[in-house]
């Protein structure tokens, strides 16, 4: 269950890096994008640190809506509904 005190979600290190290589882009200018340096990218990544409201927003910017619901982790599946249910129920 998602505690109360998380401040930012975690990403899924292979759909993120899918999602670079898909798309033709580098660590390096994700992190940018996302304001923060490679190193950080990559040792927030393969610790499974969280990232704070502005970096997921950037992310979110970045890859698409559809994309991000895919490379965020979600602490449950009932979490990823509910963001996905926001983000995308009221356009259909």
């Given at each position: 269950?998602?505690?109360?005190?998380?401040?930012?979600?975690?990403?899924?290190?292979?759909?993120?890096?899918?999602?670079?290589?898909?798309?033709?882009?580098?660590?390096p200018?994700?992190?940018?994008k996302?304001?923060?340096?490679?190193?950080?990218?990559?040792?927030?990544?393969?610790?499974?640190?969280?990232f704070?409201?502005?970096?997921?927003?950037?992310?979110?910017y970045l890859?698409?809506?559809e994309?991000?619901?895919?490379?965020?982790?979600?602490?449950?599946?009932?979490?990823?509904?509910?963001?996905?249910?926001?983000?995308?129920?009221?356009?259909?």
């Open positions: 269950m998602m505690q109360e005190s998380q401040k930012g979600y975690s990403l899924k290190k292979r759909k993120l890096k899918d999602w670079i290589y898909d798309n033709g882009k580098t660590q200018y994700v992190a940018r996302l304001g923060i340096t490679k190193t950080e990218l990559q040792r927030k990544l393969n610790e499974h640190e969280l704070d409201e502005e970096q997921i927003r950037s992310l979110v890859v698409g809506a994309a991000a619901i895919e490379i965020i982790y979600f602490p449950t599946i009932k979490e990823k509904y509910k963001v996905w249910q926001k983000t995308f129920a009221q356009k259909r």
